[in-house]
């Protein structure tokens, strides 16, 4: 079965300044989804971004960017400008590309913002 | 407004009973899926469902059950099997490429 490894338990950023979520898998699949979610603490799971693998542009919303490493299967978030509003949970999920079922979550990094 | 419904939102079970918790999507989504999540922890599949009348096991399914009678609806039973089902439950959609939608989830506590 697919792995996500989110290795950050927790992380803090000052307002405003830019911080970066690391998340791994372990797939032998050449076509997948990779997605970032956030948790605020209503505990409602959010879509921040996603990146289809057979795409080398990384994906971008807003404040939010990843770099997506697919030689080294690695799939990080860069929050720009943080805000106090950016505090929560972020999960890391992977998902194939042909097949509904495998929605596979990391255990979750929880970001601080600091005034 | 298109979107997913769990209920109910807070759920209590006595030791020895079953209990059904409720999942609806009007995304017209083919797919639905069930996790669980333990306190400081990730989500765990449970069930999932890609089309009617099918469905397959998670990496938990243990002490679990589930129907999908429906496009529509996705219901999860915690049966009495399930030794430590306190934790707080999520239901989510998808269709076949994109991201899944999650609904608001039920806390499950046993008394």
């Not at chain 1, 338990?9 to 050449?30: F, G, I, K, N, R």
């Not at chain 2, 807070?10 to 996790?35: I, P």
């Not at chain 2, 049966?79 to 039920?106: R, V, W």
Request: aromatic fraction near 12%; proline fraction near 4%.
């Amino acid at each position: 079965a697919q792995t996500v490894t989110q290795s950050q338990p927790e992380m803090s950023v000052q307002e405003a300044e830019t911080v970066t979520l690391s998340c791994t898998y372990d797939t032998s699949e050449s076509d997948y989804y990779l997605f970032w979610y956030k948790q605020p603490p209503s505990r409602q799971m959010i879509l921040v971004i996603r990146q289809e693998a057979y795409k080398q542009q990384n994906a971008t919303e807003n404040r939010f960017s990843v770099n997506f490493q697919k030689a080294a299967k690695s799939f990080s978030l860069k929050i720009s400008d943080s805000q106090l509003g950016d505090a929560a949970m972020y999960f890391c999920a992977y998902r194939r590309a042909y097949n509904n079922n495998d929605m596979r979550f990391g255990a979750g990094t929880r970001l601080t913002v600091k005034p | 407004d298109g979107g997913i419904t769990q209920s109910p939102k807070y759920l209590f079970r006595k030791e020895g009973q079953n209990v059904t918790l409720s999942c609806e999507q009007n995304l017209n989504h083919d797919a639905m899926y069930w996790y669980r999540q333990d306190p400081g922890q990730g989500l765990r599949l449970i069930y999932y469902s890609q089309i009617v009348n099918d469905f397959q096991k998670g990496d938990i399914a243990e002490g679990y059950s589930v129907s999908r009678e429906k496009k529509e609806s996705f219901p999860l039973t915690v049966t009495s099997a399930q030794k430590n089902p306190t934790a707080f439950y999520l239901c989510a959609s998808s269709t076949e490429q994109g991201a899944a939608f999650f609904g608001p989830g039920t806390r499950l506590t046993v008394l």
